[in-house]
Each structure stands twice: as C-alpha cells, then as structure tokens.
C-alpha cells in the first residue's frame, strides 16, 4: 500500500546508518554488493543513491574505510569496512535501537 | 586488469547525471561517477538476466532525484542548476524590476545552459575539462606570482626567449624558484582529498586573486603586437618612439639585443649578459654614435630588493644598426635578460673602451 511505503521510507531515513553498518559487520564490502545485502534483508525500498549518501557521510565522519580491491573478473571494486569508530557506533546505535523498539512493542503491545 | 566497457545506457545516464554534481569537488565527482558506473552496470546486467527492459530512469530514479537523495543522505547541499537560484532570487528579494530582470536573465540562461548540456560533445568537453587541473594547478601559481610581481616589484613578468617568465621584487631569479614553491603547494593543495580547506570567503578572496591574475595576462597579451615589419624613418630616429608606434619587438636581426614590449611607455632594452654584441654602439656627447669595435656586455651582480626597477638609475642612450645597415638611437633603460638593470657606469665605461 502507497501509505505502508511512505511510512516505511520515513521510517528508514531514522536507521540508515545503522542499516548500512550492520551490512558490514561481518565482512566488508562494496556499494552495490551492500544495497543488494540491505535488500535481501528486507528493505526492498531502500534507495541506491540514499546507500551511496550513506557511505560517504559515513566515510567522512572517520566510521568508515574504504580501499580498492583487484579483480580478476571485472573492474576493480572499492570497498568498505567498518573502522573501530565505525563499530563503536554500530553498537551504541544498535543498543538505541532496541530500546527503542521495545518501547514501541510495548506501547503498541498495551493496545 | 580487464577494462569496464561502459553499455549506453549507463554512458548516457551518467553523462546526464554529471552536470548536477558540478558543486562537488573534482575528486569526488571523480570517485563518485567510477563507483556509480561499475554499480550501474550491474544494475544493467541484473535487469537484463532478469528479462526486464534497461531504463535506469525507472531503476534507480531520474539523474536529479539521484542525485538530490545523495546528497540529501551525504549531507550536502544539492544545487539543481539555474532554476533554483531564480527560485530564490525570487523569495529572498521578493518584487521590484531589478528582481524581474535578474529573474528572466537567469531564466534565459538556465534555457540556453539547459539546451546546451544536452549536446554530446558539450558533454565530451565537460568529461575533458577536468583532465586538465594539474596544468591549471601550476598555471595559477605562476600567474599568482606574476600578480605579487606587478604588485611588489612593479614588472610581475618578463621573457627569456620568447617565454614569458615571473617576476618578483625586480628579480626573475626570485620569482621562478618562488612560481615553483608555490606550483608544489598549489598542487597538493589542488590534490587534496578530505574536508574543504578554504571557507567561503576564503574561496572568493582565492576567485578574486585568480581574476586579477587572468586580468594581468589579458593586458600584457594586450600590449603584445608581435613583430612586425621594421620600417625605419631616417637618421637616427629615436628607438623608443618607434616601439611605441609601430609595436615591434626586435631591434635588429640579431638575438642578443631586443626591447622589452611589455612596458610601451618606457621600453627596456634587453641585453644577453655575456654576449658579444657586433653592431651594438653607444653615443658619444655629440650624439654620434662611435663606430667600429665590440661591446661585451659583463656579468652583473645580482640585486635583489624593492625597488627593483629603475629608480635609481638614469637611462642611457646606445645606437643600433638595423637590418638595412643605418644607425637608430635607443635611449632608455637597459637590463640583462634576468631583469637585472644595467648601471649607467657601466654603459659609460664600454664606451670609453670603444673610444680608446
């Protein structure tokens, strides 16, 4: 539905660091590789220009390295990793994040 | 290393979405548009395997609603061209005719700019245009040098050959390793990769600085004639009046004595230090010009400082012989090929060896 949509995408301006972090907390990666990552998650809405944003504010605010990579396949890739600042911020946003949910569960819970 | 060959679409697309990334830093459009081709292709070729048509306009959104939403989620202004500044000329400063004209000034521009970006090779020059920043990033720092030279040594140019070199505080010397310092700096400053180092109205004093250097350029290229055919009048004409009207640059055939023609009011003449000059005479007191023998012009002491011209010298008269075998008198200032003045002592004592 157009409403569950917009409400989605207001809901995902909020968390897109956080989103974009917890794509490479396990192992780094590229921008393309990292919206596809995002969207086999579930964030099928998530926009390739809002990811690439993402990144480069990220990079800039130190959360963020980035090098390029060889490949033998196709062109060289550069990629992303989360520095120790980078990680430091994924655990305090992550912890945010649950209370905030929590909070919201059981308000909408109490109904 | 296999090369990425870019499909059409994702030429075309980034071709149109360059011009909306004009207000980022060479570098990081740089970056940005090699990550958004390799992410386009794949884009394409997940469309493509899938069965669906290409567009990207439908994929990834138009290039300006990209564009807006990068820079929305990076943080930085987005400028959409044109049509915004109008936008705001037309809130901030609400009615009156200056508004109006500026308004519909702006709006003619944005349709001419509009049409304009649209054609291919306007599109080809603008991917070119940013191959050259390293030659701009020299280029201004010899130009900045030139315009310190104007300002603090009163020539901020002069020629070895035919090329134009800096000057500063009256010295070429100083000026050319000063232009090289600051050729390094200003090209790591240009290669600079993180946060902006200028604010502003730092960015305007810089703009400004660069125009007057443009500006100082256009004159001296202004006062530039170039040589022309020598058309001498009769005995001894003056030298000086004759580069004053007729704007040649070369006295006579040879190399080792010409005139300065950057400054028409005053001409200079240039004389090669160390070099023997055949057909270079000075006057007498009878203003006639002494006959027979060689000059060598001597090395000269460096002087340095401000002022650096000739304030502290009187102009000397010398006596030319042109292509056609007659004599000219030049009277002026004279200077070695370093911008260094020549005394008159000097002038006076090659004389008396001539004499004597």
């Known amino acids: 539905m157009a409403n569950d949509d917009l409400d989605n995408t207001q809901l995902l301006r909020g968390v897109l660091d956080l989103a974009v972090l917890s794509a490479l907390t396990k192992s780094d990666g590229y921008g393309y590789e990292i919206v596809r990552r995002l969207r086999e998650s579930g964030l099928e809405d998530i926009g390739d220009a809002s990811v690439y944003g993402t990144l480069r504010r990220l990079y800039k605010a130190g959360a963020l390295t980035s090098y390029v990579q060889p490949s033998e396949e196709g062109p060289h890739r550069k990629y992303y990793g989360l520095t120790a600042l980078g990680r430091e911020q994924y655990e305090r946003s992550a912890k945010s994040w649950m209370r905030f949910r929590d909070t919201i569960d059981s308000l909408v819970g109490g109904r | ?356």
């Not at chain 2, 030139?146 to 901020?156: H, P, S, T, Y």
């Open chain 2, 1 to 356: 290393m296999p090369e990425l060959l870019l499909s059409q679409e994702t030429t075309d697309y980034l071709a149109r979405l360059t011009p909306y990334l004009s207000h980022l830093r060479y570098e990081e459009q740089a970056e940005l548009l090699e990550e958004l081709a390799i992410h386009l292709e794949s884009v394409c070729d997940v469309a493509e395997a899938s069965g669906d048509s290409v567009v990207l306009d439908r994929l990834v959104g138009s290039p300006e609603s990209f564009v807006a939403e990068y820079c929305e989620t990076a943080g930085i202004p987005f400028a959409s061209g044109p049509e915004r500044v109008v936008a705001e000329v037309a809130n901030e400063q609400q009615t009156g005719p200056l508004t109006g004209l500026l308004t519909w000034l702006l709006g003619r521009l944005d349709a001419m700019s509009s049409r304009v970006a649209g054609r291919e090779k306007w599109r080809a020059f603008v991917g070119f245009v940013p191959e050259l920043a390293p030659a701009w990033w020299v280029a201004r720092a010899v130009l900045l040098t030139m315009v310190l030279g104007e300002l603090f040594g009163g020539d901020g140019a002069t020629r070895i050959g035919s090329i134009p070199v800096p000057r500063l505080f009256g010295s070429t010397m100083f000026g050319m390793v000063f232009a090289t310092w600051l050729a390094t700096k200003s090209v790591a400053f240009g290669r600079r990769k993180n946060k902006p180092v200028l604010s502003s109205v730092a960015s305007v004093g810089v703009g400004a600085i660069c125009f007057l250097a443009f500006a100082t350029i256009a004159f001296a290229a202004a006062d530039s004639h170039g040589p022309v055919e020598v058309v001498y009048g009769g005995a001894y004409p003056p030298i000086a009046e004759s580069v004053v009207e007729q704007g040649f640059e070369h006295l006579a055939s040879h190399d080792e004595l010409y005139v300065d023609r950057w400054d028409t009011e005053q001409p200079n003449a240039m004389i090669q230090v160390g070099s023997t000059l055949g057909t270079f005479f000075y006057f007498d007191g009878e203003v006639f010009a002494e006959d027979g023998g060689q000059v060598e012009v001597p090395r000269l002491g460096k002087q340095m400082g401000f002022p650096g011209r000739q304030h502290h010298l009187e102009p000397a008269s010398a006596a030319v012989r042109g292509p056609d075998g007659d004599w000219y008198r030049l009277h002026g200032w004279f200077y070695t090929e370093f911008g260094e003045p020549v005394p008159p002592e000097v002038v006076t004592s090659a004389s008396n060896q001539m004499g004597s």
